[in-house]
């Protein structure tokens, strides 16, 4: 199963849009066995070396490096579905 981490500024509102727009980019991707979890970048660095790939915006995803052995994703735009999708799209064929 791909574990993924949504992490945002304050992990409120926009961890949980992110999550579900990773959802949806994992079913459009052909990803069947997934779970997605969504938290602040502040819980993320505890967090994070349990997933396959942690996704937050570019300027918040360098306060995990060398958290997780896993990929970090850093979006431009958190909400911006090609992005999403493109991004997870390369990594996944990797982890899977």
Same mark, same amino acid.
């Given at each position: 199963m791909l574990k993924v981490l949504a992490a945002c500024g304050n992990g409120? *509102?926009?961890s949980m849009v992110i999550k579900m727009k990773i959802e949806k980019a994992l079913r459009?991707? *052909?990803v069947a066995d997934f779970k997605v979890d969504y938290c602040s970048v502040g819980e993320a660095k505890s967090q994070a070396g349990g997933y396959d790939i942690v996704v &937050?915006?570019?300027h918040l995803i360098h306060e995990l490096d060398g958290r997780t052995q896993g990929s970090l994703v850093g979006l431009d735009n958190l909400m911006?579905? &090609?992005e999403i999708k493109e991004k997870l799209s390369g990594l996944v064929s990797e982890e899977v």
């Open positions: 409120m *509102g926009s459009e991707i *052909g &937050a915006s570019k911006d579905d &090609a």
